[in-house]
């Protein structure tokens, strides 16, 4: 008998009620223009309309409520490359506690800019010599304070798998569920949401191709440690999947497939052009994976946009390769 997952069906949902009033209802959006390109019926989870632009919010939050009064009083630290040091940062402000933030110097403008302006100190560190893992677990230890990892947390988990229970809860049935993997807590959640609800659903994750460390973890049965990637995806950029997210993945995810970063460009044009949102790369890369034909498609999808953070700038630039 397989033990119990660390984080239950029954999480996510306690979790959905505490984030009801803080987190967005994110809208889901069709388009008969995308289901006759890709030949399937298709469902975008919005999640760059949701508070600081992407899914982090749930978790973060569902986190930091569940922290004890002295805790709060003391305050968060969390690491992030940008959206959930953004999360983590709202999070706190909306709980009346600090937070400090250990970015990645190369994180963003946008994304450092809008984490100090919900209130947070920022402290940066070079993702590509340095681990953000022990700086963060420093950090915080120094201060005293609570860290609030970006995926690695059962509470976190059960936060962003609300993003996914969501979706179906909308939609009813589908035959396969797409979700970006970084670190892996949003397609964690998801999975679990996704298998108590409709136990057929094929689960399918979608990494860049520069950094398919998820994909090499499942394939070989352990956890494996890339070169942090150098991909426009930057939140995805990570070197290996986190322990108890993978756990987790090992048993509920079906597949992982790869895009490369000019797939992410088209589908970031694709969905400005033909579905009028706005997505940065991260967010992206579901959706390129189903405009690429990287999977044989089943008539009934679910994809999930994770973000939208992105200045007019970058996205122009990208735009424009």
């Not at 949701?50 to 630290?77: D, E, H, M, S």
């Amino acid at each position: 008998m397989a033990a119990a997952l660390p984080v239950t069906f029954d999480d996510i949902r306690e979790a959905a009620v505490r984030l009801d009033g803080v987190a967005h209802r994110t809208p889901v959006l069709t388009s008969r223009t995308l289901d006759a390109r890709v030949g399937a019926e298709v469902f975008i989870k919005c999640e760059n309309f949701q508070r600081v632009g992407a899914f982090k919010i749930r978790g973060a939050y569902n986190a930091a409520a569940q922290l004890t009064p002295r805790q709060l009083a003391k305050g968060i630290a969390a690491y992030s490359s940008g959206n959930h040091a953004q999360a983590t940062a709202l999070a706190a402000r909306e709980l009346g506690t600090s937070a400090v933030i250990l970015m990645p110097e190369d994180a963003p403008r946008s994304k450092r800019e809008a984490t100090a302006g919900y209130g947070a100190e920022i402290v940066t560190y070079d993702r590509y010599t340095e681990d953000r893992t022990a700086l963060g677990e420093a950090l915080a230890e120094e201060r005293g304070l609570a860290l609030i990892p970006p995926y690695d947390h059962p509470h976190v988990i059960a936060g962003q798998g609300t993003a996914g229970l969501e979706l179906l809860d909308e939609t009813g049935p589908l035959d396969a569920l797409l979700v970006p993997v970084g670190g892996g807590g949003l397609i964690a959640g998801s999975a679990i949401a996704a298998k108590a609800l409709h136990p057929r659903v094929r689960v399918v994750g979608v990494e860049p191709e520069a950094g398919d460390d998820t994909k090499r973890s499942l394939e070989s049965g352990a956890r494996v440690t890339v070169p942090v990637p150098r991909t426009i995806a930057d939140g995805q950029a990570l070197p290996t999947p986190g322990e108890i997210t993978f756990t987790i993945n090992q048993r509920l995810v079906d597949a992982v497939t790869l895009v490369t970063d000019e797939e992410i460009i088209d589908a970031m044009r694709f969905a400005f052009e033909r579905l009028k949102i706005v997505l940065e790369p991260s967010g992206a890369t579901a959706l390129a994976a189903l405009l690429a034909g990287r999977l044989d498609l089943p008539p009934r999808i679910g994809v999930i946009a994770s973000g939208g953070n992105i200045d007019a700038e970058r996205f122009s630039r990208l735009m424009s390769a």
